[in-house]
T-cell receptor, first 117, second 113 residues
Framework: GAVVSQHPSWVICKSGTSVKIECRSL??????MFWYRQFPKQSLMLMAT?????????EQGVEKDKFLINHASLTLSTLTVTSAHPEDSSFYIC?????????????FGPGTRLTVT | KQEVTQIPAALSVPEGENLVLNCSFT??????LQWFRQDPGKGLTSLLL?????REQTSGRLNASLDKSSGRSTLYIAASQPGDSATYLC????????????FGTGTLLAVQP
Protein backbone atom coordinates (compact mmCIF):
# COMPACT_ATOMS: atom_id res chain seq x y z
CA GLY A 1 0.00 0.00 0.00
CA ALA A 2 0.83 3.73 -0.04
CA VAL A 3 2.09 3.93 -3.60
CA VAL A 4 2.73 7.25 -5.29
CA SER A 5 3.37 7.53 -9.02
CA GLN A 6 4.68 10.35 -11.17
CA HIS A 7 4.32 10.96 -14.85
CA PRO A 8 6.35 11.41 -16.89
CA SER A 9 9.49 9.86 -15.45
CA TRP A 10 11.58 12.10 -17.65
CA VAL A 11 10.92 14.93 -20.06
CA ILE A 12 12.99 17.11 -22.36
CA CYS A 13 11.55 20.42 -23.46
CA LYS A 14 12.69 23.54 -25.23
CA SER A 15 13.32 26.77 -23.43
CA GLY A 16 10.18 28.88 -23.20
CA THR A 17 7.70 26.03 -23.24
CA SER A 18 5.63 24.71 -20.35
CA VAL A 19 5.76 21.24 -18.86
CA LYS A 20 3.21 19.49 -16.65
CA ILE A 21 4.17 16.80 -14.16
CA GLU A 22 1.55 14.61 -12.52
CA CYS A 23 1.66 13.07 -9.07
CA ARG A 24 -0.88 10.41 -8.14
CA SER A 25 -1.58 8.48 -4.96
CA LEU A 26 -2.64 5.09 -6.25
CA UNK A 27 -4.14 3.36 -3.26
CA UNK A 28 -4.99 6.08 -0.79
CA UNK A 29 -6.48 9.53 -0.71
CA UNK A 30 -3.95 12.25 -0.11
CA UNK A 31 -5.28 15.40 1.47
CA UNK A 32 -1.82 16.92 1.26
CA MET A 33 0.87 16.57 -1.35
CA PHE A 34 4.35 18.06 -1.43
CA TRP A 35 6.61 19.02 -4.31
CA TYR A 36 10.38 18.90 -3.98
CA ARG A 37 13.23 19.81 -6.27
CA GLN A 38 16.62 18.17 -6.24
CA PHE A 39 19.63 19.51 -8.11
CA PRO A 40 22.53 17.17 -8.91
CA LYS A 41 24.38 15.98 -5.82
CA GLN A 42 22.19 18.09 -3.57
CA SER A 43 19.43 17.24 -1.16
CA LEU A 44 15.72 17.69 -1.62
CA MET A 45 14.32 21.16 -1.22
CA LEU A 46 10.64 21.63 -0.53
CA MET A 47 9.01 23.85 -3.15
CA ALA A 48 5.40 23.88 -2.08
CA THR A 49 2.68 22.15 -0.13
CA UNK A 50 -0.65 21.55 -1.80
CA UNK A 51 -3.91 20.75 -0.09
CA UNK A 52 -6.82 19.34 -2.01
CA UNK A 53 -9.25 22.03 -3.05
CA UNK A 54 -7.18 25.00 -1.92
CA UNK A 55 -4.25 27.07 -3.10
CA UNK A 56 -0.76 25.73 -2.65
CA UNK A 57 1.59 27.18 -0.08
CA UNK A 58 4.96 28.02 -1.59
CA GLU A 59 8.30 28.09 0.17
CA GLN A 60 10.27 31.27 0.29
CA GLY A 61 12.07 31.94 -2.97
CA VAL A 62 9.81 29.73 -5.11
CA GLU A 63 7.92 31.67 -7.78
CA LYS A 64 4.28 30.67 -7.63
CA ASP A 65 3.57 32.08 -11.08
CA LYS A 66 6.31 29.96 -12.58
CA PHE A 67 5.56 26.73 -10.76
CA LEU A 68 1.81 26.26 -10.94
CA ILE A 69 0.41 23.63 -8.62
CA ASN A 70 -3.06 22.21 -8.83
CA HIS A 71 -4.48 19.66 -6.39
CA ALA A 72 -7.92 19.17 -7.85
CA SER A 73 -8.65 15.76 -6.38
CA LEU A 74 -7.61 13.61 -3.45
CA THR A 75 -5.43 11.46 -5.67
CA LEU A 76 -3.88 13.89 -8.12
CA SER A 77 -1.64 16.92 -7.92
CA THR A 78 0.05 18.57 -10.89
CA LEU A 79 3.08 20.81 -11.14
CA THR A 80 3.38 22.94 -14.26
CA VAL A 81 6.70 24.59 -14.97
CA THR A 82 5.82 27.59 -17.12
CA SER A 83 8.19 29.24 -19.56
CA ALA A 84 10.88 26.76 -18.64
CA HIS A 85 14.53 27.77 -18.77
CA PRO A 86 17.69 25.65 -18.60
CA GLU A 87 18.13 26.55 -14.92
CA ASP A 88 14.82 24.80 -14.22
CA SER A 89 16.42 21.51 -15.24
CA SER A 90 16.23 19.37 -12.15
CA PHE A 91 14.77 16.25 -10.57
CA TYR A 92 11.25 16.92 -9.29
CA ILE A 93 9.84 14.60 -6.64
CA CYS A 94 6.39 14.63 -5.13
CA UNK A 95 5.17 13.05 -1.94
CA UNK A 96 1.73 12.43 -0.53
CA UNK A 97 0.51 12.21 2.98
CA UNK A 98 -2.00 9.58 4.05
CA UNK A 99 -4.00 11.17 6.87
CA UNK A 100 -5.14 7.79 8.13
CA UNK A 101 -1.66 6.49 8.78
CA UNK A 102 0.27 7.21 11.91
CA UNK A 103 3.07 9.70 12.25
CA UNK A 104 1.96 11.79 9.27
CA UNK A 105 4.34 9.84 7.10
CA UNK A 106 4.87 10.98 3.53
CA UNK A 107 5.14 8.57 0.63
CA PHE A 108 7.38 9.59 -2.23
CA GLY A 109 6.99 9.24 -5.96
CA PRO A 110 9.82 7.98 -8.19
CA GLY A 111 10.64 11.48 -9.46
CA THR A 112 10.60 13.25 -12.81
CA ARG A 113 13.80 14.31 -14.54
CA LEU A 114 13.25 17.60 -16.38
CA THR A 115 15.81 18.77 -18.91
CA VAL A 116 15.30 22.15 -20.57
CA THR A 117 17.34 22.72 -23.71
CA LYS B 1 15.58 27.96 10.92
CA GLN B 2 16.06 24.21 11.04
CA GLU B 3 19.26 22.96 9.43
CA VAL B 4 20.06 19.30 8.96
CA THR B 5 23.61 18.14 8.35
CA GLN B 6 24.92 14.70 7.54
CA ILE B 7 28.43 13.42 8.06
CA PRO B 8 30.28 12.04 6.22
CA ALA B 9 29.23 13.32 2.80
CA ALA B 10 30.60 10.18 1.21
CA LEU B 11 31.76 6.85 2.54
CA SER B 12 33.34 3.81 0.91
CA VAL B 13 33.63 0.54 2.82
CA PRO B 14 34.42 -3.07 1.99
CA GLU B 15 31.60 -5.56 2.02
CA GLY B 16 30.79 -6.98 5.43
CA GLU B 17 31.75 -3.94 7.47
CA ASN B 18 29.46 -2.36 10.01
CA LEU B 19 29.04 1.37 9.54
CA VAL B 20 27.45 4.43 11.08
CA LEU B 21 25.94 7.42 9.32
CA ASN B 22 25.43 10.60 11.26
CA CYS B 23 22.71 13.23 11.13
CA SER B 24 22.52 16.41 13.20
CA PHE B 25 19.83 19.05 13.41
CA THR B 26 19.86 22.50 14.94
CA UNK B 27 16.32 22.74 16.34
CA UNK B 28 15.47 19.95 18.77
CA UNK B 29 11.73 20.69 18.62
CA UNK B 30 10.97 17.95 16.12
CA UNK B 31 7.95 15.70 15.71
CA UNK B 32 9.90 12.80 14.28
CA LEU B 33 12.93 11.92 12.21
CA GLN B 34 13.05 9.71 9.17
CA TRP B 35 15.85 7.97 7.29
CA PHE B 36 15.55 7.42 3.55
CA ARG B 37 17.50 5.68 0.86
CA GLN B 38 17.81 7.10 -2.64
CA ASP B 39 19.25 5.15 -5.55
CA PRO B 40 20.74 7.17 -8.44
CA GLY B 41 18.05 8.95 -10.43
CA LYS B 42 15.30 7.44 -8.33
CA GLY B 43 12.83 8.51 -5.71
CA LEU B 44 13.06 7.92 -1.98
CA THR B 45 12.53 4.73 -0.04
CA SER B 46 11.66 5.15 3.62
CA LEU B 47 13.89 3.05 5.87
CA LEU B 48 13.04 3.99 9.42
CA LEU B 49 10.94 6.57 11.20
CA UNK B 50 11.61 7.51 14.81
CA UNK B 51 9.09 9.45 16.85
CA UNK B 52 10.43 12.23 19.05
CA UNK B 53 9.57 10.16 22.13
CA UNK B 54 11.54 7.14 20.92
CA ARG B 55 15.24 6.40 21.26
CA GLU B 56 15.69 3.93 18.45
CA GLN B 57 14.08 1.87 15.72
CA THR B 58 15.29 -1.32 14.10
CA SER B 59 14.55 -2.97 10.78
CA GLY B 60 16.64 -5.94 9.76
CA ARG B 61 20.27 -4.87 9.52
CA LEU B 62 19.38 -1.25 10.12
CA ASN B 63 19.20 0.49 13.45
CA ALA B 64 18.46 4.18 13.87
CA SER B 65 18.90 6.07 17.10
CA LEU B 66 17.66 9.49 18.14
CA ASP B 67 18.99 11.85 20.79
CA LYS B 68 16.62 14.76 20.47
CA SER B 69 18.17 16.88 23.19
CA SER B 70 21.55 16.89 21.50
CA GLY B 71 20.07 17.12 18.00
CA ARG B 72 21.58 13.91 16.70
CA SER B 73 20.58 10.70 14.99
CA THR B 74 22.64 7.81 13.73
CA LEU B 75 21.89 5.10 11.22
CA TYR B 76 23.78 1.88 11.89
CA ILE B 77 24.10 -0.62 9.05
CA ALA B 78 25.33 -4.06 10.02
CA ALA B 79 27.20 -6.41 7.72
CA SER B 80 27.08 -4.06 4.75
CA GLN B 81 26.41 -5.44 1.27
CA PRO B 82 27.05 -4.00 -2.22
CA GLY B 83 23.28 -3.63 -2.57
CA ASP B 84 23.36 -1.11 0.26
CA SER B 85 25.20 1.33 -2.02
CA ALA B 86 23.02 4.42 -2.32
CA THR B 87 22.56 7.91 -0.91
CA TYR B 88 21.14 7.99 2.57
CA LEU B 89 19.09 10.99 3.62
CA CYS B 90 17.78 11.92 7.02
CA UNK B 91 14.87 14.29 7.39
CA UNK B 92 13.22 15.91 10.39
CA UNK B 93 9.60 16.83 10.68
CA UNK B 94 8.46 19.72 12.82
CA UNK B 95 5.25 19.28 14.71
CA UNK B 96 2.05 21.18 14.29
CA UNK B 97 0.11 21.93 11.15
CA UNK B 98 3.14 22.37 8.93
CA UNK B 99 4.19 18.73 8.61
CA UNK B 100 7.20 19.80 6.55
CA UNK B 101 10.17 17.54 6.09
CA UNK B 102 13.57 19.21 6.20
CA PHE B 103 16.16 17.06 4.51
CA GLY B 104 19.80 16.64 5.33
CA THR B 105 22.63 16.93 2.87
CA GLY B 106 22.92 13.17 2.39
CA THR B 107 25.66 10.55 2.66
CA LEU B 108 26.73 8.72 -0.48
CA LEU B 109 27.60 5.17 0.51
CA ALA B 110 29.59 2.78 -1.67
CA VAL B 111 30.04 -0.80 -0.47
CA GLN B 112 32.85 -2.49 -2.34
CA PRO B 113 32.49 -6.22 -3.10
Amino acid sequence: GAVVSQHPSWVICKSGTSVKIECRSLDFQATTMFWYRQFPKQSLMLMATSNEGSKATYEQGVEKDKFLINHASLTLSTLTVTSAHPEDSSFYICSARDPYRQAHEQYFGPGTRLTVT
Amino acid sequence: KQEVTQIPAALSVPEGENLVLNCSFTDSAIYNLQWFRQDPGKGLTSLLLIQSSQREQTSGRLNASLDKSSGRSTLYIAASQPGDSATYLCAVRKGGATNKLIFGTGTLLAVQP
